[in-house]
């Protein structure tokens, strides 16, 4: 795919989604993405989309300050 923002291509990697809740920040590892070789934006798809809710909903319950969580061990898990 192309980036929406400059055109650029964008490539196959990883990242680290932080979320800023209210009472607390959730840090998911190793979330798949696509990212823009030139500007660096990052792109999810729609079941990634979905499954970071996920996540974040179960750590909202958990309600640790900062929760740390791995895409990948929690996909395996669900
Ligand atoms: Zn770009």
């Known amino acids: 795919m192309k980036c929406f923002k400059c055109g650029h291509e964008t490539f196959e990697t990883t990242t680290t989604d932080v979320t800023d809740l209210d009472s607390c920040l ?14 660096g934006e990052v792109y999810y798809d729609g079941e990634t989309v979905r499954q970071l809710e996920k996540i974040t909903d179960t750590a909202k319950t958990i309600s640790n300050e900062i929760s740390v969580i791995d895409y990948e061990k929690h996909e395996n898990a669900a």
């Open 26 to 39: 959730v840090v998911i590892r190793h979330v798949p993405c696509s990212e823009c070789e030139f500007c």
